[in-house]
């Protein structure tokens, strides 16, 4: 029997603390396969659709993703997350994609500033105001206080109600230049294929969150911005392929951590007051997986969701 479970079902299974404590882990831990990103272009500007397996040592499972992009629908991320048996194959439960996609890589992004941006920092800037930059915003204040916020999207409306709705004090702002002249922290997560912020944007002490370079085409950060900061990302191949770096034509050569690096204490994240910190993921696959278990085994255990058998 494949259990299926609904963006309801999901959220109501999860907790902002207990996934961070997850994604901790698996940063540190061995993910198994090589991560992969199969992506393929759908008719439609900006659309795609991908196939994401994962793996993480010690959970008998697996999980493949097949997402779809469609950056004019609400919500802009389609699809659903397949939770298999990791003995036979079996599918074990059909998760709403979007859900889980929001929550990973918001968490994980909220994890990585707070291990990389300046203890002091009260302050954080949103550019582009969707579900991951505020799952972002509330991972952080889980992590860090979190004093003002200030917000700035292509559409005013949804930065007002996405500031409005995050119970803090804050503004709007007109522009992303504008963001990073007031915020110590700074979380891009936008559609953008140029440059958003560059070299002249930036203060000493900084910290930068790039969530929507994740694909070939896509920049928010200049190359100049880049090569002045530190660097982190969760994996130097694909952020080199595909992601922030190598999408502005630099190199691996221009990173200097991963994450699970920082995390494990392998290399250190922030260096100084003064530095400017980049933290540049492009996803991984077996964040779907971090997410996906806990969330079905609670399911079995509290008799939420649908049945259904795929075989009869």
Not at 123 to 132: D, K, R
Not at 137 to 150: D, M
Not at 251 to 280: D, F, H
Request: glycine residues 10%; contains cysteine; charged residues 20%.
């Amino acid at each position: 029997m494949t259990l299926l479970l609904t963006r309801s079902d999901v959220l109501g299974l999860l907790d902002v603390p207990a996934v961070l404590r997850t994604l901790r882990a698996g940063f540190t831990a061995d993910v198994g396969i090589e991560p992969q990103r199969n992506r393929t272009d759908l008719p439609g500007p900006g659309t795609a659709t991908t196939l994401l397996p994962g793996t993480i040592a010690g959970i008998p499972a697996y999980t493949v993703k097949v997402n779809a992009k469609f950056p004019q629908a609400s919500p802009a991320l389609r699809g659903v997350v397949c939770l298999h048996d990791l003995n036979d194959g079996s599918l074990l439960a059909l998760l709403d994609s979007a859900t889980i996609t929001a929550w990973r890589t918001g968490l994980a992004a909220a994890l990585a500033t707070d291990a990389l941006a300046a203890k002091t920092a009260r302050t954080v800037g949103v550019i582009g105001t969707g579900a991951q930059a505020a799952m972002v915003v509330r991972g952080l204040r889980t992590l860090r206080a979190v004093e003002h916020l200030v917000g700035y999207d292509v559409d005013r409306p949804r930065a007002e109600a996405f500031v409005a709705k995050a119970g803090i004090p804050g503004a709007v702002v007109d522009s992303a230049t504008g963001v990073a002249a007031r915020a110590e922290i700074v979380v891009l997560a936008t559609w953008s294929r140029e440059p958003l912020l560059t070299a002249a944007d930036v203060r000493p002490g900084r910290h930068f969150t790039t969530l929507g370079a994740d694909e070939p085409g896509k920049v928010e950060l200049g190359a100049d911005l880049l090569c002045g900061a530190r660097v982190v990302v969760d994996d130097v191949r694909l952020a080199a392929s595909m992601g922030a770096v190598g999408n502005v034509g630099l190199s691996e050569a221009s990173i200097c951590a991963t994450l699970g690096e920082v995390l494990s204490n392998a290399k250190p994240g922030r260096e100084s007051a003064a530095q400017v910190t980049v933290y540049a993921p492009v996803g991984l696959p077996w964040q779907d997986l971090a997410i996906a278990w806990p969330v079905y085994q609670a399911a079995r255990a509290t008799g939420v969701g649908q049945t259904i058998d795929f075989l009869s």
